[in-house]
DNA sequence: CTTGCCTCTCACGTCAACGTCAGGTTTTAG
DNA sequence: CTAAAACCTGACGTTGACGTGAGAGGCAAG
């Protein structure tokens, strides 16, 4: 398919797929006349880059990582490095968990400011 | 205290308290002389924006929020401006979770690879 | 053939949260 | 008093993932 087709198909703007071939990170094939043809595991292959970009990943990283996604070769270092990443995924989430809780207790503390209509101090624990 | 203080006490960088400044985050008061002077309360003041932000709030949200956090007031609107932020932050769970169980199975597989010397197939679901 | 939409390649613009440098003033230590 | 350290105000630079517009070529339909 073409890259509006593609376009259309994953969510993604024109702009965006042509970044991704700078990148390196999609290399279509090309027309005669230089127009990208993309084949329809295209689809999916941009579903996980923009999976990765919400992940927190860089291109370069991606870059890194692709060989395996795109030919099922596994080295020990490409596992460290997804092993890395799999870490300061789950880094993120506990920072999130934390900051959530802090919000939910912020909240409840407004709500109750609400009601009350007193002005009880929230803020940093402290 | 003063701006290099208060950057050494929360790991910020000067400039970004000026900038906080300039974003109204955070607004000393001045001596004669035009140097900025905090109280000590800014250190955790610092420190609830550096977690706003690593929530992924921007400047002009957590400067709609502020009013909270420095006299205490709550409004139905505040609370609500809240909530919402409080479910983007868990909705931004749930997608690194999904994106973490993903990299676990990918790992998983690298190594089953690797101990296997044998290619098998791991990239977009499908 | 031409209309119209899709595509191409530059190449500059954007936005956020600062970094960094320049050139000058204020405060502090000795 | 002097020198160093800290501070001040601009103001331009950086990074990543694109947005946006210009100007030109490609392609199916009438």
Redesign the pocket.
Known sequence: M????L?ARTG?????L??YEE?ELLVPQR?R????HYPDSAVDHVRLIQEL?AAGL???TIVELMPYAVDGRATPELIDRLSAERDRVEGRITELVGTRDRLDSVITGAAKNLRTGRSCRVGPTG
Not at 33 to 36: A, C, T, Y
């Open positions: 073409r890259i509006g087709e376009a993604v703007s024109v702009r965006a042509r970044y990148q027309s006349s230089g127009q990208r970009y860089s291109s370069r």
